[in-house]
């Protein structure tokens, strides 16, 4: 048996929780362990100075006291009476700002259409002929074939 084990079950022997084959088996172990003996004595002499010290003396009526306690309401409940008059603004504020912002964002997506749509027309009536440095721009690595392409006179439409 571990020295570990033997201490917890010398704590539950001082505690009269331990059961008889149990206490065999440590007394067995407390015959042949000097170190499990002394732990024995020491936690034999604290119960004993445990048990001799004096019990606190306590009020007559702290039961009641604490029965009085417990009873009590913790907390009062208040009812708030909320003024509905005070509420209006509150709403009309939200209920505004959510039309605007809606408005702003109606405007917003009409002007960005009719940019597109002004661009894609001027796209289509100047597809002639694309510049390599646009094509350049958009990653493209044909600046040779539009070279070669405006000195053959070629348009691309």
Not at 4 to 17: G, K, N, W
Not at 57 to 68: C, N, R, S, T, V
Request: aromatic letters at 8%; hydrophobic letters at 40%.
């Amino acid at each position: 048996m571990k020295c570990t084990y033997a201490q917890s079950l010398i704590i539950r022997r001082l505690d009269y929780e331990l059961r008889p084959i149990d206490k065999h088996r440590l007394d067995l172990h407390l015959t042949s362990c000097s170190e499990c003996q002394l732990f024995m004595d020491a936690q034999s002499k604290l119960d004993k100075m445990l048990q001799d010290f004096p019990a606190p003396e306590f009020p007559g009526d702290l039961h009641q006291q604490i029965m009085d306690k417990v009873s009590a309401p913790k907390f009062v409940h208040k009812h708030v009476v909320v003024n509905f008059w005070r509420q209006i603004p509150a709403a009309a504020a939200i209920i505004s700002s959510l039309f605007l912002g809606s408005l702003l964002g109606i405007k917003i997506v009409a002007t960005q259409a009719d940019d597109s749509a002004q661009v894609s027309q001027a796209n289509t009536e100047t597809r002639s002929f694309t510049s390599s440095i646009e094509l350049y721009s958009f990653g493209e690595n044909s600046i040779l074939d539009d070279i070669s392409a405006e000195k053959s006179g070629v348009t691309y439409e």
